[in-house]
């Protein structure tokens, strides 16, 4: 995933190995913008989706995943996911949609 | 012949779970499609085991429950394996429900869903597998290994060929009804170094 | 030669190899009209690939399945998915009728068949290959195999002579009831009997003398064990019972009431009345054991100290401590 991000964008990258780490990064601000799988161990996508919505966590979700399913799809936009990127990770359109939510504005932003 | 010790590291095997994550996905959109339902994706189980274990590589093997089973080999750049997939007999009326099947449900009616299922879940999964790694995948005719038995007169262990490979284990289940199957992708020995090779350029 | 006319030479070859290969080939168009019609096809059928062309294959083919061909075929065009019929599903796809008046033992050529998709330079299916499998050979063994399979099971549960339990039925029984014991702790004993000079019977008398032997101790066993317990023809000579929640003392009252019984009886064949007498092993389940096998093992060596000694008698393994 990390490789699939643009270079150029200057952020911090932190990494998860399940869900429950990975909100824990949330809950210390340092999640601003999460690229969040459903198959994890311990607590996957849908129960991080659910959590970050239950404790209003401040994240911009975007859901990296092989379970391409439209149902999936449906899901996680319900369940408060700002976009949705299919396993294999395309470099290219990962970075229309970073650019197309204006998270990677000139890549100005400092996260 | 001598065979190069089979050898597995954690990225390698991160490696794997990934592929077979995304391929997986892509056999379950499949199946989705065919039933119109959900299918819970679990983490997929990649391991190396040893011959005497191959009972063991099967989730839930223990469980006395009767079975259906379907396995077809595959080939392709030189590496081979059979995938075996094992469907809990309890799951055929739900799924004849689901595939809108008419028919009575005896063991022929059981036998067209089985075939049809297991075309879309093993097809799919090999070449989900395949397109990742530039492997042409050709299959083999499917055999039907048993209908209604246990998973021990299936897989039996002991007599096989090999010491030690590496077996890649997806245990579908779908959302709100009782269908449940275990897929088991069991390459040859010589293949695990082909193909440990193919992740390592991945991975760099 | 030029590289045009090399290239013509190459797909003149590879025409011959698909009119000759042993496999039915047929390809499909998006209406399911024949585009090709190999060799095989044509010997089956009776029908040139110049008739075949362009025909509605559902229409040339009365007993082709329309609806059930369509399913497996539609999502291989639609989803570029191999699909796979076999044989068990249905016997064939095209009703062939034999051609081997020799090894064909079948009235119909059995089939199973793979449905692969072709793509055209802009990677759409717009046709699609179907490859007959002759699988006759495989499908009349496999019914062979499931016959024959039916018969050894029906045979194997029950020794033909004595009519007493097999020793492969029986083991698994002997094994589970092991497993009870070491996890309820209660006793249970195995019995091995031994049929004393069984040997001579048989070369001075006949195998049918011997047969005959056999079948008295085995009714001699069914008489006077209980219903809970279960014997079997050991192995030639020898007949072992589990005695099911009985320690060492009943296994012994057991044991000695067949030996005297035994004893006191006359056994009629062709050329004289016998005598015989049995050697008795005796094993109860104790704590030191942690295999079946090793069960068995007691007992067979109770049965061999019993024979050593003379024979007519009855051995117990472990000695009583009391």
């Known amino acids: 995933m990390a490789r699939a991000l643009p270079p150029e964008w200057e952020v911090e990258v932190f990494f998860a190995n399940d869900g429950l780490e990975g909100l824990e990064v949330i809950r210390q601000g340092n999640g601003e913008v999460v690229f969040l799988d459903l198959t994890m161990p311990n607590l996957d996508g849908y129960g991080v989706l659910e959590t970050i919505r239950k404790e209003d966590l401040p994240a911009m979700v975007i859901v990296v995943s092989g379970d391409i399913q439209p149902d999936a799809q449906t899901r996680v936009k319900n369940m408060g996911a700002m976009a949705f990127i299919k396993k294999p990770i395309d470099a290219e359109k990962a970075r229309a949609i970073l650019t197309e939510y204006g998270i990677m504005a000139g890549g100005a932003d400092d996260h | 012949m001598i065979t190069e010790r089979v050898s597995l590291t954690e990225d390698q095997r991160d490696c794997y779970q990934e592929i077979v994550n995304v391929a997986m996905g892509q056999a379950a959109d499949r199946l989705a499609r065919l039933l119109d339902a959900y299918v819970v994706l679990p983490i997929p189980q990649v391991n190396l085991i040893e011959a005497n274990d191959l009972h063991m590589a099967i989730q839930g093997a223990e469980d006395n429950h009767a079975i259906s089973s379907v396995c077809q080999g595959f080939i392709g750049s030189g590496i081979a394996g059979e995938a075996l997939l094992l469907f809990n007999d309890t799951s055929f009326e739900d799924l004849a429900t689901l595939m809108n099947y008419s028919g009575p449900l005896n063991r022929y009616g059981e036998l067209e869903l089985l075939m049809d299922v297991s075309s879309v879940l093993i097809g799919a999964c090999i070449q989900g597998i395949g397109d990742q790694l530039g492997i042409h995948f050709n299959q083999g005719h499917p055999v039907v290994l048993g209908q209604h038995c246990q998973v021990a007169d299936i897989v039996k262990s002991g007599n096989h060929q090999w010491n030690k490979t590496l077996a890649i284990e997806i245990h579908y289940t779908l959302e709100h009804v009782n269908i449940d199957c275990n897929l088991l992708l069991l390459f040859t020995e010589d293949s695990v170094a082909k193909l440990n090779n193919k992740i390592d350029y991945l991975l760099d | ?322």
Not at chain 3, 167 to 175: C, G
Not at chain 3, 264 to 274: G, K, M, Q
Not at chain 3, 295 to 317: F, S
């Open chain 3, 1 to 322: 030669m030029t590289d045009t006319a090399k290239e013509l030479g190459d797909l003149h070859w590879l025409m011959a190899i698909l009119q000759n290969i042993d496999v039915g080939l047929v390809v499909l168009d998006r209406q399911y009209k024949i585009q090709l019609w190999n060799g095989f096809m044509e010997n089956h059928s009776g029908i040139s690939p110049q008739n075949a062309k362009d025909q509605c294959i559902f229409e040339l083919f009365d007993e082709v399945p329309r609806e059930w061909l369509m399913q497996k075929i539609e999502p291989v065009f639609e989803l570029k998915t191999r699909a796979f019929t076999i044989w068990e599903q249905r016997p064939y796809i095209f009703r062939f009728k034999n051609s081997r008046p020799i090894t064909g033992r079948a009235a119909i050529m059995y089939q199973n068949c793979s449905i692969i998709p072709l793509e055209s330079v802009d990677r759409v299916a717009n046709h699609i290959c179907m490859i007959i499998y002759d699988v006759t050979d495989i499908a009349i063994h496999q019914e062979d195999a499931r016959l024959a399979q039916q018969v050894v099971a029906e045979l194997s549960e029950f020794d033909h002579l004595t009519d007493l339990h097999s020793r492969s039925h029986w083991q698994p029984l002997f094994e589970r009831e092991f497993q009870r014991c070491t996890r309820t702790q209660r006793p249970s004993s195995l019995v091995i009997f031994n049929i004393d000079q069984f040997n001579d019977i048989n070369e001075r008398y006949g195998h049918h003398a011997g047969d005959q032997v056999l079948k008295v101790v085995a009714d001699c066993l069914r008489q006077t064990m209980r219903q809970t317990d279960s014997a079997c023809r050991y192995s030639s000579e020898y007949f072992a019972v589990l005695l099911v929640e009985s320690d060492q003392d009943t296994a012994l009252f057991f044991a000695e009431r067949v030996r005297k019984r035994l004893s006191s009886l006359t056994i009629p064949v062709t050329e004289a009345d016998l005598k015989i007498t049995l050697s008795c092993g005796i094993a109860t389940i104790n704590e030191r054991l942690q295999h079946p096998y090793e069960w068995e093992a007691e007992a067979e060596q109770a049965v061999k100290l019993a024979h050593d000694q003379g024979g007519n008698r009855c051995m117990i393994r472990p000695p009583n401590e009391r």
